[in-house]
């Protein structure tokens, strides 16, 4: 007999990236899409179905070989339905039926969940957070995602909107805009948008010098990047960027954990690329606001899986799903 496979599929707005994984979360195949949110979105679970198909053949294999398909989406899920409740940049309607959609186009049972707790999954199952079943993920990049996982089940909340750590308020007046119509959430300063925007800040103030001036005369503009490779050489300009955007974080992530006790943390996302300059940052800034027994059981990490760890978190719904039935 065969072994099976799950098809691990993370939907983005541009691309869709898809997997097949082991029921050991090991990745056999894996491959991207385009993210066809044309005439209100009604092609993207039938090219998705297609290209598993096409996949599948190409290896010799039938759709026989799939357990199933689990699926991380951008916006908030009505985990009982299935049902994702805001996804604009697909051009769905609210309240799309996902779950029905997925199951239709493939034939396969499916799971539907929120993108960035997929990610945490994968990061929990198969990443940094190595087994652990208490465990708090923070994607930072465009914007700033999150899962929380408690005793190895993601919290969703009531209507899936759980662990949007991004729109946590960390300066609650006179914060800048955030995308959510909100102002002063930690997306506005810890995102890489918001790190290009605390940089732009301080350049625009008089006397700034430095590095970071130098980039920005040259290239008529700077990147998250930048800020930390010029933090890396003592750029004190950008230093203090760094220590302002790691105060923020290790204030809500000491939040998150005094509520949570989780035994790690995973930091991930293109913001995480910078390494110990910025993890060894929010640890200072986590350990003064961290509740003591808190602050000695709860290890920060950064993320090991990068693209992975959605399509890994994904397959993982499938695996969960057979483990309970």
């Keep these: 007999m065969s072994e099976k496979w799950i098809a691990g ?3 983005g707005g541009t691309t869709t990236k898809i997997a097949f994984v082991t029921l050991n979360g090991e990745l ?5 899409i385009p993210t066809d949110n044309s005439n209100e979105g009604q ?6 179905a297609k290209s598993i198909d096409e996949k599948l053949h190409e290896l010799g294999k039938s759709r026989d070989s799939l357990l199933g398909a689990g699926m991380g989406a951008p916006g908030p899920v009505d985990y009982q339905t299935g049902v994702i409740l805001n996804a604009v940049n697909l051009g769905w309607q609210d309240h799309f039926p996902l779950h029905a959609s997925l199951e239709a186009a493939t034939s396969l049972p499916a799971v539907i969940e929120n993108d960035a707790n997929c990610a945490a999954l994968g990061e929990m199952w198969k990443g940094a ?5 208490d465990v708090v993920c923070v994607t930072l990049g465009t914007g700033v995602g999150g899962g929380v996982i408690a005793n190895g089940n993601i919290v969703q909340g009531v209507n899936g909107a759980a662990g949007e750590i991004g729109h946590i308020t960390v300066v609650p007046f006179g914060g800048a ?3 959510c119509g909100k102002t002063g959430c930690l997306e506005t300063v810890a995102s890489a948008t918001g790190i290009v925007r605390l940089a732009n ?6 006397g700034a010098s430095g590095r970071l001036v130098d980039i920005l005369t040259a290239n008529g503009s700077i990147t998250a990047k930048d800020v930390f490779d ?8 950008a230093k203090g960027i760094v220590d302002t955007v790691a105060f923020h974080l290790g204030f809500a992530l000491a939040a998150i954990a005094n509520t949570t006790n989780p035994e790690k943390i995973v930091i991930g996302g293109g913001v995480s690329k910078a390494g110990h300059i910025l993890l060894d940052a929010i640890h200072e800034s986590f350990a003064k606001f ?36």
């Design 28 to 32: 056999i195949e894996k491959w991207e």
């Design 43 to 48: 092609n993207i679970t039938l090219n998705i």
């Design 290 to 325: 961290a509740f003591s027994p808190v602050r000695e059981s709860t290890q920060l990490a950064l993320a090991t899986l990068g693209n992975d760890a959605g399509v890994i978190g994904a397959a993982w719904l499938i695996k969960k799903k057979m483990d309970q039935e």
């Design 177 to 179: 805009p955030c995308n």
């Design 201 to 206: 800040e301080e350049l625009a103030k008089e």
């Design 230 to 237: 010029c933090a890396r050489t003592g750029d004190a300009l």
């Design 129 to 133: 957070g190595n087994g652990a079943k």
């Design 9 to 11: 599929i993370d939907l």
